[in-house]
Nanobody, 118 residues
Framework: QVQLVDSGGGLVQPGGSLRPSCAAS????????MSWYRQAPGKERELVAT????????SYADSVKGRFTISRDNNKNTVYLQMNSLKPDDTAVYYC???????????WGKGTLVTVSS
């Protein structure tokens, strides 16, 4: 059974840090590029960061570049999103996504809420 379990969200003050993680099971993790998306209230879901299946390349939305870092551990079947210098505009539900490198098959986590507020 395929599962992506997002965790590690929470309430943090502006300027603070969080490190959500996503644990994968039920599929061959190393065959999938991994991404984090987010959806703020009243807004569409947007792509935040992507890492290739080998971890050799990453990409980021302009709004988070220099503040967020995506990483993965293929031995633990887990992807992380280190979020620093958080701003109130980063408040959203963050979703983990897995996409097969050849077939484009998508899996989604259920999301973890990040709230940035004083």
């Amino acid at each position: 059974q395929v599962q992506l379990v997002d965790s590690g969200g929470g309430l943090v003050q502006p300027g603070g840090s969080l490190r959500p993680s996503c644990a994968a099971s039920g599929f061959t993790f190393s065959n999938y590029a991994m991404s984090w998306y987010r959806q703020a209230p009243g807004k569409e879901r947007e792509l935040v960061a992507t890492i290739t299946n080998t971890g050799g390349s990453t990409s980021y939305a302009d709004s988070v570049k220099g503040r967020f870092t995506i990483s993965r551990d293929n031995n633990k079947n887990t992807v992380y999103l280190q979020m620093n210098s958080l701003k109130p505009d980063d408040t959203a539900v963050y979703y983990c996504n897995a996409r097969h490198v050849y077939y484009g098959l998508d899996y989604w986590g259920k999301g973890t809420l990040v709230t940035v507020s004083s």
